[in-house]
């Protein structure tokens, strides 16, 4: 009897859970959007999802379901997502030898213009800093002052922060973190962020273990990345900052000031983590922008233009 969508849908999240370690979050966006394709395929076939039917799926059924989900409101970059989630699902069932379909693969994966990255200057990420620290719960202070200045510091993302555990403290010349796709990278630790931290760690009123979460909610549960970002809100409202001042900008901020001050690409690349070199290059182009604008502003020639 042919398995129906649903019950490979299962197995294949399960695949992505234990084989390959994919996040919650992933696990989450990938298995709403394969949902949303079988929904999508059982009215527009008009026919129950199995085995047979994933086997008989065209090119021209899969643009199909991207129209309709364009209609719905969903973007290039969502469309890239569930493309994504597509073709993740069609290799699986070809390598467990369910079925192997290559209309995935048929399918152009619309572009998407990759926009700069928007740090804040070191004005304002001095002014941040400076401003996370006035709490009326002393050891909120010390731990937003703490966060902040990590993320910063290390050109940390909010994730890799918020993971860091008790037994982390004191923290050395360097922290190993483990990054996307769980890739392991070795980061230095700055004076003022070891600083932070055990100032931080040394007020925290809650007991824990050495392997329970280092950064605490006002109740003592673990931290969210949702928290962060209702802390850098908080910010912006007192600072007048841009909208764009999130936890992650810090992380921007950490990688385009370390380059307009001499740092070298190669090394920011890898004190970021990424994979390609070409992604942290669209910080030079930051700079590149910011220079531009001042020739527009100041020059003779920029200005009659």
Same mark, same amino acid.
């Given at each position: ?54 086997? !008989? ?12 989900? !364009? ?5 290039? !970059? ?172 810090? !992380? ?54």
């Amino acid at each position: 009897m042919a398995r129906g969508g649903e019950e490979l849908k299962r197995a294949w999240l399960s695949m992505l859970a234990h084989e390959r370690r994919a996040s919650p979050n992933t696990l989450r966006a990938y298995g709403d959007d394969l949902s949303r394709f079988l929904g999508f395929l059982h009215i527009h076939l008009g026919s129950a999802i199995n085995e047979r039917t994933l086997g !008989r799926v065209a090119p021209a059924d899969i643009r199909a379901f991207i129209t309709d989900r !364009r209609a719905d409101g969903l973007g290039a !970059r969502g469309v890239q997502r569930a493309l994504a989630a597509i073709r993740s699902f069609y290799r699986w069932l070809a390598r467990e030898s369910i079925l192997d379909n290559p209309a995935p693969r048929a399918v152009r994966t619309p572009r998407i213009k990759r926009g700069l990255p928007r740090p804040l200057s070191e004005t304002d990420t001095a002014r941040a800093l400076e401003e996370a620290g006035e709490h009326n719960v002393e050891w909120l202070a010390a731990r937003d002052v703490a966060l902040l200045t990590l993320l910063y510091g290390a050109g940390l993302r909010i994730s890799e922060g918020l993971s860091l555990k008790r037994g982390d403290v004191p923290l050395g010349r360097t922290l190993s973190i483990l990054g996307k796709g769980r890739k392991e990278r070795s980061v230095p630790i700055l004076p003022a962020v070891a600083d932070a931290i055990a100032d931080y760690s040394a007020k925290i009123p809650f007991t824990g273990a050495k392997d329970t979460p280092l950064f605490l909610s006002r109740r003592g549960k673990p931290m969210s990345p949702r928290e962060a970002q209702a802390l850098m809100q908080k910010l912006r409202g007192r600072l007048g900052l841009s909208e764009k001042a999130t936890p992650h900008a810090l !992380r921007h901020s950490f990688a385009t000031h370390l380059l307009a001050n001499g740092g070298d690409l190669r090394s920011v690349q890898e004190l970021l983590g990424h994979a390609s070199l070409s992604t942290t290059q669209t910080y030079t182009q930051v700079e590149t922008s910011k220079l531009m604008e001042i020739y527009k502003n100041a020059h003779p020639r920029g200005k009659a233009a």
